[in-house]
C-alpha cells in the first residue's frame, strides 16, 4: 500500500501545472522550508526552478518542508542524490527548518563536519541577503541578493568542480556568493534589468494557498525612504518590470489561472500601473495586488481590482501619532488614509485590513491609544481588521541603531490596545511578541547567534530556549 506521503505527493503533482520532469546528469533540490500551501507561492522558487532546468546537463526538482522523510517532488529522490541542496528562506525563523530538513536528509547541520559525497548546502533568499552571519556555520555557500543573477554560474561550478573542495573554491569567486569556509567577506550581487529574467510563476495548483493563481514580479527595491523598512537597504535599487514582460508572464496563464497576483514591495510605484490594471481588465483577468500605499492609489485602478472581485484593501499606514509618521518617515496622514478607504467604498471594496506598528522609539501609550481612535474613525467608511507588529529594529535602516521595547513593555501596550480596540467593536491581530524579539536576535546578530540558534534548535525551539541559548553565547 502506498505511503501516505507519497499519496500526497501524487495529488500534488497531478493537480499541478507547469510542473517540469527532468533528470540530468548535474542534480539540485529546491527546498522551501514552508509547506507547498504557502511556500509555492514564493517567486523565488518559481524563478530558480525555470532557469536551472533550462540549462543542459543540470536538472531541478522541489522539496516543500511536510515534517516527514525528504524527498523530491519530482523524482522520489533523496537529498543525498543531488550534487545541490538550494534552500530559499524568506524570514528569520525559516533558520529552525533549514536546520530540520538538514538533519531528517541526514546531512551534518555544521558545514565543516561534511565530507565528501555530501551535496553542497547552499542558502539563498531575503534573510541570508540581510544577515548571513548567524548561518554561516550551517551553509556551505550563501547568495547575498538577487538569485537568478548568479546560479548560472553556481551550476557551472558544481559542474567543473572536481570535487568537493573545488566546487567550494569556484563558488568563492563568484561575485555575491559567500563561501564561509574560504572567505569572511561578501558582497551583494543584483540584477540590472528585470527583464532579462522571466519573473512570473512556474507553476501553479489548487492545492496552493493561493490556489490557481498566477504570480508575477513587476518592480523589485523601492524608491521611498520609511525608516525601520530593508528594502531600501537591501533590496535597491528601484526597478521595474516592462509592462510587456507583466503581460506576457501572465498572459501565458490566460484561461488556466484563475486570477494574477502582482508582486513587489512598491508596486503602486510602477510607471505603468494604471496600463497594466487597464489591460488585465481588458482580458477579463481578475488580479490582486501584493501591497498598495494609501497615497499612491488611483479610483481606475482600484476599480480594475474590484471588478475582478477583490473585496478586501489592505493599506500601512504603520503609526497614528503625527510625530511618529515624522519619525518614521512614512507620511500616511489621517486625510489621505481617509481618501483611499473612500476610494476603495466607491469602486465596491467591502472592508479594509490595515497593518500598524508598536514598540517604536519615542512612542507612549498615548501613541498606541490613537490607533484605537484613528481605526474608530476610519470604520466609519468600511469595517476594519487590523493587524499590528512590534517594531523590530533591522540592521542598516536609520532606525536599527534603536534596542527593541522590552517584552513587558510591549505587552503592557497590546493590552491596552486590545481593549481599546475591544470596546469599540474592532477586530484585531497581533503578530507574537516573542517571535519578534526572536527575529531580532537572529536579523542584527553576528557569526555567534548561529551558536543560539543550534542551542534553540536542540532545545525544541521554546522561546526560553532561544533565550537561555542567547545568555549563554551573549553573556
Ligand atoms: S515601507 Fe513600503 S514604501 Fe516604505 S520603504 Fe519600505 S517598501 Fe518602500
Not at 64 to 85: A, I, N, T, Y
Not at 146 to 163: F, L, S, Y
Not at 267 to 279: V, Y
Request: glycine share 8%; aromatic share 10%; net charge neutral.
Amino acid at each position: 500500500m502506498e505511503s501516505y506521503l507519497i499519496r500526497t505527493r501524487k495529488e500534488l503533482l497531478s493537480r499541478e501545472k507547469g510542473t517540469i520532469y527532468k533528470m540530468a546528469k548535474w542534480r539540485f533540490l529546491l527546498i522551501s522550508p514552508l509547506p507547498y500551501k504557502v511556500g509555492s507561492g514564493g517567486l523565488a522558487m518559481h524563478i530558480l526552478y525555470r532557469e536551472l532546468n533550462e540549462l543542459e546537463d543540470v536538472s531541478c526538482e522541489r522539496y516543500f518542508f511536510q515534517g516527514e522523510e525528504v524527498r523530491s517532488l519530482e523524482g522520489d529522490r533523496l537529498p543525498m542524490e543531488f550534487h545541490c541542496l538550494a534552500f530559499s528562506l524568506s524570514y528569520e525563523l525559516d533558520s529552525l527548518n533549514f536546520l530540520r530538513i538538514l538533519e531528517m536528509s541526514g546531512i551534518p547541520l555544521l558545514r565543516e563536519e561534511r565530507k565528501e559525497g555530501h551535496p553542497i548546502v547552499l542558502v539563498g533568499g531575503a534573510y541570508p541577503t540581510i544577515n548571513p552571519r548567524p548561518l554561516s556555520k550551517f551553509a556551505d555557500a550563501l547568495a547575498i541578493g538577487d538569485g537568478e543573477e548568479m546560479i548560472r554560474e553556481i551550476a557551472e561550478a558544481i559542474k567543473r568542480g572536481q570535487d568537493r573542495k573545488e566546487r567550494l573554491e569556484l563558488l568563492s569567486e563568484i561575485q555575491g556568493l559567500f563561501v564561509p569556509s574560504l572567505s569572511n567577506t561578501y558582497q551583494r550581487r543584483w540584477v540590472k534589468n528585470l527583464d532579462l529574467y522571466d519573473g512570473s510563476s512556474q507553476f501553479i495548483s489548487p492545492l496552493s494557498g493561493f490556489p490557481s493563481t498566477t504570480f508575477v514580479e513587476i518592480s523589485r527595491g523601492c524608491p521611498r525612504g520609511c525608516r525601520f523598512c530593508l528594502i531600501p537597504s537591501f533590496f535597491s535599487p528601484y526597478r521595474e518590470r516592462s509592462l510587456g514582460k507583466i503581460l506576457e508572464g501572465i498572459l501565458r496563464w490566460k484561461g488556466i489561472a484563475r486570477k494574477a497576483g502582482l508582486v513587489g514591495a512598491a508596486t503602486c510605484d510602477h510607471s505603468a500601473l494604471q496600463e497594466i490594471g487597464k489591460a488585465l481588465h481588458k482580458e477579463g483577468i481578475p488580479f490582486s495586488v501584493a501591497s498598495l500605499r494609501a497615497d499612491a492609489l488611483s479610483e481606475e485602478f482600484l476599480r480594475y481590482m474590484a471588478e475582478g472581485g477583490e473585496k478586501t484593501i489592505t493599506l500601512a499606514p504603520e503609526v497614528a501619532s503625527p510625530h511618529l509618521r515624522e519619525l518614521i518617515n512614512k507620511r500616511i496622514d489621517e486625510e489621505t488614509l481617509r481618501e483611499a478607504l473612500e476610494k476603495a467604498k466607491r469602486v465596491g471594496f467591502k472592508r479594509a485590513r490595515l497593518y500598524f506598528m508598536i514598540g517604536l522609539p519615542q512612542e507612549d501609550i498615548e501613541d498606541v491609544l490613537e490607533i484605537a481612535e484613528l481605526a474608530e474613525r476610519m470604520r466609519k467608511i468600511l469595517p476594519l481588521h487590523l493587524s499590528v507588529a512590534p517594531f523590530i529594529p533591522k540592521p542598516q535602516t536609520p532606525l536599527g541603531c534603536f534596542p527593541m521595547e522590552s517584552e513587558e513593555r510591549l505587552r503592557e501596550k497590546i493590552d491596552k490596545l486590545r481593549s481599546a480596540l475591544w470596546e469599540r467593536g474592532i477586530g484585531v491581530s497581533f503578530q507574537s511578541v516573542r517571535e519578534g524579539i526572536i527575529q531580532w536576535w537572529l536579523t542584527q546578530g553576528d557569526e555567534r547567534m548561529g551558536d543560539v540558534l543550534l542551542y534553540a534548535y536542540k532545545n525544541r525551539s521554546s522561546f526560553s530556549a532561544w533565550r537561555k541559548g542567547y545568555e549563554k553565547v551573549y553573556g
